[in-house]
Nanobody, 123 residues
Framework: QVQLVESGGGLVQAGGSLRLSCAAS????????MGWFRQAPGKEREFVAA????????SYADSVKGRFTISRDNVQNTVYLQMNSLKPEDTAVYYC????????????????WGQGTQVTVSS
């Protein structure tokens, strides 16, 4: 079973950027599709982005497409989420997750969750 730990969250002004990291351990990282979800106060958890085990195919929620980029480093066992042009509505706790495929992750079928990292975008 893989363990996931997120980092890189913080407070930024609208229009700024952050890069989140998710470090994996205890499993075969390369065998998992990876993804990011977020949950804002009073809102349901929503899908943000996903990436195949190879790193060559990605999927994004419409709300972040063109602003966020997901990537992975299978040598360092780490997945990243580069967030640009941040908006106040991006404020949420961001969670890293692993799954069997991009389709599974997009649909919320995941095997493991990280603990989350807070992203706050001020207006």
């Amino acid at each position: 079973q893989v363990q996931l730990v997120e980092s890189g969250g913080g407070l930024v002004q609208a229009g700024g950027s952050l890069r989140l990291s998710c470090a994996a351990s205890g499993g075969t990282f390369r065998n998992y599709a990876m993804g990011w979800f977020r949950q804002a106060p009073g809102k349901e958890r929503e899908f943000v982005a996903a990436i195949t085990w190879s790193g060559y195919i990605t999927s994004y929620a419409d709300s972040v497409k063109g602003r966020f980029t997901i990537s992975r480093d299978n040598v360092q066992n780490t997945v990243y989420l580069q967030m640009n042009s941040l908006k106040p509505e991006d404020t949420a706790v961001y969670y890293c997750a692993s799954g069997a495929s991009v389709a599974a992750v997009v649909g919320g079928t995941v095997g493991n969750w990280g603990q989350g990292t807070q992203v706050t975008v001020s207006s």
